[in-house]
């Protein structure tokens, strides 16, 4: 049966903490979790956002600049702080930034300026290192979950993610290998999920035509079946997975 929402520091309560979670994937995985009854945790460089469903939010929202590593070391502390000494049940870094040329188009590795490529590896892969390193303690006093959002583009080359996007999201399952081995010891299970083309309001023109070519079951995805596998690799009923990457898809990747 799942907690109650009987008040926000019950220690019963599991607890996650959401990177980008002001909207997408990264909104619908903190509705899924709240509605089992999780105490949930959001971060973003956004103030929290008015159409989450719950009071609570308001003040276990936690501001950050995910390029910027003192913002990420100060947002860790403001976290463990709200923790009071609960453990941390399961961390997601689901944030992540893909910028485009100036018409919309991909950027590829070429042409991609490197303050650009930096910023893009610091917020999609060293920033969810970052946040590992830092929560380690109450994740494996919780003996939790980290489940890192990659992409279909993280192994292959997409029309529309840029490169420096792809290679981030390779350098972060890569990530979540290493960290699933360095934490065997620990209790702390690490995986990933990589996400296909999923119905949100970023969509690039031009996903209905590979939706069409590429994915058998001829549909996206909606950002609540990615928060559903998310929720279970956080959940006990994945206890014995670890180290793993679970497509998002409907088929692309066949």
Same mark, same amino acid.
């Given at each position: 049966?799942?907690?109650? %929402?009987?008040?926000? +520091? ?16 990264? %909104? !619908? ?20 956002? @008015? ?9 276990? %929202?936690?501001?950050?600049? =995910? ?10 502390? !403001?976290?463990?702080?709200? /923790? ?10 689901? !944030?992540?930034?893909?910028?485009? +040329? ?6 590829g590795a070429i042409h991609t300026?490197?303050?650009?490529? /930096?910023?893009?590896? %610091? ?5 969810? =290192?970052? =946040?590992?390193?830092? /929560? ?29 996007? !792809? ?7 890569? /990530?979540?290998?290493? =960290?699933?081995?360095?934490?065997? @010891? ?38 609540? @079946? ?18 793993? @990457? ?5 088929? +692309?990747?066949?």
């Open positions: 049966m799942a907690p109650t %929402h009987s008040s926000p +520091q019950d220690p019963i309560k599991p607890v996650v903490a959401v990177t980008g979670a002001s909207r997408g994937i990264g %909104h !619908a995985i903190v509705q899924k979790f709240y509605r089992q009854g999780w105490d949930v945790i959001t971060l973003a460089r956004t103030p929290f956002s @008015e159409v989450c469903p719950w009071a609570e939010g308001m003040v276990q %929202h936690i501001m950050v600049d =995910l390029s910027d590593e003192a913002s990420i070391r100060k947002a860790c502390a !403001a976290l463990k702080e709200q /923790l009071a000494g609960r453990g941390l049940s399961a961390l997601v870094n689901n !944030a992540g930034i893909s910028p485009k +040329q100036e018409d919309g188009r991909r950027m300026p490197i303050e650009t490529f /930096l910023q893009v590896q %610091h917020v999609n892969l060293v920033a969810p =290192l970052i =946040l590992c390193q830092e /929560l380690i303690d109450p994740l494996q006093e919780a003996r939790g979950s980290v489940v890192n959002v990659s992409s279909i583009a993280s192994d292959k080359v997409h029309p529309f993610a840029g490169a420096a996007y !792809a290679i981030s999201k390779a350098g972060l399952s890569a /990530l979540t290998r290493e =960290l699933a081995f360095e934490y065997r @010891e620990t209790g702390v299970r690490v995986n990933a999920i990589s996400p296909g083309e999923i119905k949100t309001a970023i969509l690039s023109p031009g996903t209905e035509r590979i939706v069409e070519a590429q994915v058998p079951m001829r549909r996206m995805g909606d950002p609540m @079946e990615v928060a559903d596998v998310v929720y279970f690799l956080a959940s006990d009923q994945a206890s014995y997975i670890n180290g793993s @990457e679970i497509p998002i898809n409907g088929g +692309q990747d066949v």
